[in-house]
């Protein structure tokens, strides 16, 4: 599968998520969510400067097996969070609707390892 698509099936799941579900936004959130193992999915922007605000989410996430996505923009992952500003992370804590979109995510993400 391509990244783009995968892109673009994260960004549609956090938008169904933020709004029949949760979500948290922002590095310090996404991080205390998949240490305690709420999260469902991470996702990162890729143009995160510096680097080391974000460096240890992914392997967190393999620690924990949290799936995990990179997505390349801070401002698209920000937008599709439904926020006003871009934002270097995004963890679904509750699909809501998006549980189906969620599963296919996950299993083409699991394909692509």
């Given at each position: ?46 143009d995160v400067n510096p680097a080391e605000i974000v460096m240890h989410i ?26 006003p500003v871009s934002t270097t992370a995004v963890a679904v804590i509750n ?19």
């Amino acid at each position: 599968m391509a990244e783009n698509e995968l892109q673009e099936k994260a960004f549609e799941v956090i938008e169904i998520a933020k709004r029949s579900g949760k979500i948290k936004k922002g590095s310090n959130e996404v991080t205390k969510a998949v240490e305690k193992g709420i999260a469902k999915l991470a996702v990162v922007a890729g143009d995160v400067n510096p680097a080391e605000i974000v460096m240890h989410i992914e392997p967190l996430c393999k620690e924990k097996s949290v799936p995990f996505i990179k997505v390349s923009s801070k401002d698209e992952l920000g937008t599709a969070a439904g926020l006003p500003v871009s934002t270097t992370a995004v963890a679904v804590i509750n699909e809501g609707d998006a549980k189906a979109q969620l599963e296919k995510l996950v299993k083409e993400l699991n394909a692509t390892e």
